[in-house]
């Protein structure tokens, strides 16, 4: 199971639209790994999405939530290695049953490519996930410090 702590930022009855916490860097790369370079690359944009719960909740409340990792090797060698297979399967293809030459081997390998990666779309698009809600966390009062005390 993979768990991620999200945040209500606003609530439309028991539906929620939650904001994943962004995670600091770690020590070891002070920020200089592919995450954040690719981060820095395409924004930063927090993405939100709705959830239903079986009651209300508020606006800044703190949930986490858990997601079945069962499937995850299976959909990530889809999203992976499918453009590579057909990519390189049509430029196969291409060479041993056409006879073509190098410049149609190519048009065909990144036909193939943008092949498998129509399919993996698909295959991705139509996944659901089995998300279960692992902890409502209660709303906390900040503590302030008030003169005398």
């Not at 889809?78 to 041993?96: E, T």
């Given at each position: 199971?993979i768990e991620?702590?999200l945040?209500?930022?606003?609530v439309?009855?028991t539906?929620?639209n939650?904001?994943?916490e962004q995670?600091?860097a770690?020590?070891?790369?002070?920020?200089?790994?592919?995450?954040?370079?690719?981060?820095?690359?395409?924004?930063t944009?927090?993405?939100t999405?709705?959830?239903?719960f079986?009651k209300e909740l508020q606006?800044?409340q703190k949930?986490?939530?858990?997601?079945?990792?069962?499937?995850?090797?299976k959909h990530?060698?889809?999203?992976?290695m499918l453009?590579l297979l057909?990519?390189?399967?049509?430029a196969?293809i291409?060479?041993?049953?056409?006879s073509?030459?190098?410049?149609?081997?190519?048009l065909?390998a990144v036909?193939?490519?943008?092949?498998?990666?129509a399919?993996?779309k698909?295959r991705?698009?139509s996944?659901?996930?089995d998300?279960?809600?692992i902890?409502?966390h209660?709303?906390?009062i900040p503590?302030?410090q008030i003169d005398?005390d």
């Amino acid at each position: 199971m993979i768990e991620q702590t999200l945040t209500v930022v606003s609530v439309k009855g028991t539906t929620a639209n939650l904001e994943a916490e962004q995670k600091q860097a770690c020590a070891g790369c002070n920020g200089r790994c592919g995450s954040q370079v690719f981060a820095k690359l395409f924004g930063t944009a927090k993405k939100t999405f709705p959830y239903t719960f079986e009651k209300e909740l508020q606006v800044g409340q703190k949930v986490t939530l858990a997601l079945d990792d069962s499937h995850l090797v299976k959909h990530a060698m889809a999203v992976y290695m499918l453009p590579l297979l057909f990519s390189l399967g049509f430029a196969l293809i291409s060479f041993s049953a056409f006879s073509l030459a190098e410049g149609w081997q190519i048009l065909a390998a990144v036909i193939g490519g943008l092949t498998g990666y129509a399919i993996a779309k698909s295959r991705v698009k139509s996944l659901k996930h089995d998300i279960k809600v692992i902890k409502i966390h209660p709303i906390t009062i900040p503590f302030t410090q008030i003169d005398g005390d």
